[in-house]
């Protein structure tokens, strides 16, 4: 059975910084790519960042390029997201998802770890 | 543009059938996917590849696409379906992915 699951969510001061992780298992952890989408409170899904397969190529949102980075672990079979320079509105739920191996389409969630930044 | 636009809100009676529609010029190159989302629950996958389900999805649940636009479609809704609904594709580039604003379907 597939399962991720996300942890390190906490309250931070804006300009702080916090490393999110999702760990697997279920699966070949370096066979697929792997996201980050989050939540608001009571808005709409918003991709994050993604982290390909074998190259582990990254790419980014542009509200979070170059504050952001994505990585894997393929011995603790873990993803990453550190978050540096973090604001207000970076307030919300983080989501880690895998890529099914054909389409790049996100098909296993995890449950989400909250991110708060306020003062 | 990256952008895909979706209708706030619909609202379907017990058993009939509703369309959501998603629309963005990356759509004429990309598929969308289509997630389902309670509150207080993670996203799940419901239809893929413009018309395909992933195991433990009710078949009333389709897709299509032609030119600019998806959509997802219901077909004899029921009590259970009631969520937001967010279509998923991908940027010009093929590279970034773009999430709908989401539709709220009530279910009468």
């Known amino acids: 059975e597939v399962r991720l699951l996300e942890s390190g969510g906490d309250l931070v001061q804006p300009g702080g910084s916090l490393r999110l992780s999702c760990a697997t298992s279920?699966?070949?952890?370096?066979?697929?790519?792997l996201i980050w989408v989050r939540q608001a409170p009571g808005q709409g899904l918003e991709w994050v960042a993604a982290?390909?397969?074998?190259?582990?190529?990254?790419y980014y949102a542009d509200s979070v390029k170059g504050r952001f980075t994505i990585s894997r672990d393929s011995v603790r079979n873990t993803l990453y997201l550190q978050m540096n320079g973090l604001r207000v509105e970076d307030t919300a739920m983080y989501y880690c998802?895998?890529?099914?191996?054909?389409?790049?389409?996100?098909?296993?969630w995890g449950q989400g770890t909250r991110v708060t930044v306020s003062s | 543009s990256s952008e895909l636009t979706q209708d706030s809100a619909v609202s379907v009676a017990l058993g009939q059938t509703v369309r959501i529609t998603c629309q963005g010029d990356?759509?004429?190159?990309?598929?969308a996917s289509w997630y389902q989302q309670k509150p207080g629950q993670a996203p799940v996958l419901v239809i893929y590849?413009?018309?395909n389900r992933p195991s433990g999805i009710p078949d009333r649940f389709s897709g299509s696409s032609s030119g600019d636009a998806a959509s997802l479609t219901i077909t004899g809704a029921q009590a259970e379906d009631e969520a937001d609904y967010y279509c998923?594709?991908?940027?010009?580039?093929?590279?970034?992915?773009?999430f709908g604003s989401g539709t709220k379907v009530t279910v009468l």
């Open positions: 998802a895998k890529d099914d191996s054909i389409l790049g389409v996100p098909e296993y």
């Open positions: 279920g699966f070949t952890f370096s066979n697929f790519g």
């Open positions: 982290i390909s397969a074998s190259r582990g190529n990254t």
């Open positions: 990356s759509l004429r190159s990309f598929h």
């Open positions: 590849a413009k018309n």
């Open positions: 998923l594709s991908r940027d010009s580039s093929g590279n970034l992915r773009v």
